[in-house]
Every structure is written in C-alpha cells, then in structure tokens.
C-alpha cells in the first residue's frame, strides 16, 4: 500500500521545513511513503529546501495559479506516481501531521474514499470569533447544499483514496475543498470526517485576506458548485419564482380588469408578461444546462477510464 502526502507550495521557505520534519517516518498498513510537493509559481527558495529535506518529487508551476489549481496537478501527478492513498497537507503547518494516521485509517478499513480532518475550531487561539462563526457558518451552509455530514469543509487536510482522486475534478480557481465535497456527494463516494489537532500558526493564511473577502468567495463558490452539478435545479427555482411574480402580476390585472379599473394598470400586464417571458427561458436553460450536465458526467467517466489505464502502467 502506497501513501503519497501532496503539499502545494507558494513562497514556504520559512515553513516547508518545519512541515516536513513533522512528518511521521511510518503508518499503520502503508508499506510506501512519497512525498510530493507542488511548487506554484514560488520566487523564494521553496524548491531548494524541499530537494535539501530530499522529498521524493517536485513538480513546479511556470507561474501562481492558486491553490485550487496546485491541488489538481497534485491528485494528477500522485496518482502518476501510483498511490493508493494521497494526503493533501498545507506548507504552513497548520495541521498536526501525527495526525495523518486517523486520516488514513477509514480508508485502510474500506469504511470511505474521502476522509476530511476536523479542526477544533472553538479551541484554535488564532482564530477570530468572527472568523470562528464564519467556519461554522460555512459548513451549516455546505451541509445543506451537499447532503454531506461535514463539519469542518473548508479544512484543507484531507486524505483520498485512488477511486475517489481519479472522480476529482476541480473546476473553482479559489479553492478545492467546497468542491470536492459536492463532487463526492454527487458520484457516490463515502465522506467521513475525523478529529484532528492544529499547530499553533506560523504565519497568517493566504487564502483568507479578511473577512468579507472570505465571504464573498465563499458565497460564489458555492453558488457557482451548485450551479455545475444541479443546473436543473438552480434554474428550475429561478423560473419557479419569476413565474410566481408574474401570476401574481396577472392576477392583479385581472382583478382590477373585472372589477372595470384594467386601463389604469397596464403597466402590471406589461411586466407580467416580460416575466412570464424570463420564467419560459430558465425553463428552457434548465433543459439545456441539464443536458450538459449529462455529457460533462460522459466526459468524466472518460477522464476515470483515462486515468485508471495511465495509473495501471
């Protein structure tokens, strides 16, 4: 059984060697341990430290891409490197490494493909309260968007099994972690979460500028994962309501039509019908996206085949 631990790296010079000395020498039922580190684009001496602590691949990103991007070339180039198991881990130490046991061990025991770390948020001293709402917010928010019983989604410390990385596919350019998390629910794979402990910071985390950039994020991706995976749904809704203002609109009209004051309430017929008009087109988008939706599943039962067949040579 082979383990691979992805780090993606942007300017961690001053971090990558603490992360990496974290690491454990061995794991319960892995008989292989690689690591692979995913420099995006660094201009500081990233790719020097992680050759010097002598990791066994280095993959390096012409130029920043962010982090979601880092994570695809990095489930790409682990399961190139044949993995059973890949464990995504942050250059900044954030999570306490001696913790990547619990991580793999549902997957080891056949009890889930995706397994993701959750953090005590209420205990992390460097934690904001508004930031610590946020978290928790954010995870009610992905539980009803996805179904998923998760916790903590935007935790970062997660571990895949190669059925499940070869399903991943990231389309969200801020980050992986929402995403993933929808995709699994959508193609059947088991999601369990674990507890796990985090390392006092070493350094403020790149992904959230301040809170309102956080939110704002947030809020489009999960907007724009739900419109990818439930077009028919989203669109569905969106026509539902309109149609719903515009029969209520008609009714109006109608009302005061019968009862002889129709002239004066032109304007309500007017926009009834622009209404009426913008409910028939998401209808139709609805079809349409549905449609899409069907070959963009057929494309990615191509890319698993695509991947299975490279992973087996």
């Not at 942007?10 to 454990?24: Q, S």
């Not at 990103?61 to 993995?83: E, P, V, Y």
Request: proline content about 3%; aromatic content about 10%.
């Amino acid at each position: 059984m082979k383990l691979v631990i992805q780090i993606p790296c942007f300017n961690e010079e001053k971090t990558l060697l603490t992360t990496l000395n974290a690491l454990p020498k061995s794991f319960s039922g892995i008989d292989e341990i690689e690591v692979l580190i995913i420099d995006d684009g660094s201009s500081d001496n990233t790719i020097k430290v992680a050759n010097d602590w002598g990791v066994s691949k280095v993959v390096s990103l012409k130029k920043n891409q962010g982090l979601a991007r880092a994570f695809a070339c990095a489930i790409n180039t682990a399961l190139s490197m044949k993995a059973d198991i890949i464990v995504n881990l942050d250059a900044d130490n954030q999570y306490c490494a001696d913790d990547i046991d619990k991580l793999i061990e549902p997957i080891l025991n056949k009890k889930a493909d995706i397994v993701i770390g959750t953090r005590p948020i209420e205990k992390i001293k460097h934690f904001s309260p508004v930031k610590k709402m946020l978290q928790k917010l954010g995870s009610f928010v992905m539980k009803k968007v996805s179904g998923a019983d998760v916790d903590d989604a935007p935790s970062g410390f997660r571990a895949f099994s190669a059925y499940a990385a070869k399903h991943i596919n990231i389309f969200d350019n801020y980050t992986y972690t929402l995403e993933t998390i929808i995709q699994a629910q959508r193609k059947g794979l088991s999601v369990v979460c674990v507890p796990i402990r985090v390392n006092d910071e070493l350094r403020p985390s790149r992904l959230v500028k301040n809170n309102f950039d956080y939110i704002r994020r947030s809020i489009f991706t999960m907007v724009r994962i739900f419109i990818i995976y439930r077009p028919f749904r989203f669109f569905s809704f969106v026509g539902g309501f309109v149609f719903l203002l515009s029969a209520i609109l008609a009714l109006r009209f109608i009302y005061f039509y019968l009862t002889g004051d129709g002239s004066g309430h032109i304007q309500s017929l007017i926009l009834c019908a622009i209404l009426a008009i913008v409910s028939f087109l998401c209808a139709l988008l609805a079809i349409i996206s549905d449609l899409l939706a069907i070959n963009r599943k057929l494309l990615e039962d191509v890319q698993y085949m695509i991947r299975e067949i490279k992973s087996s040579k």
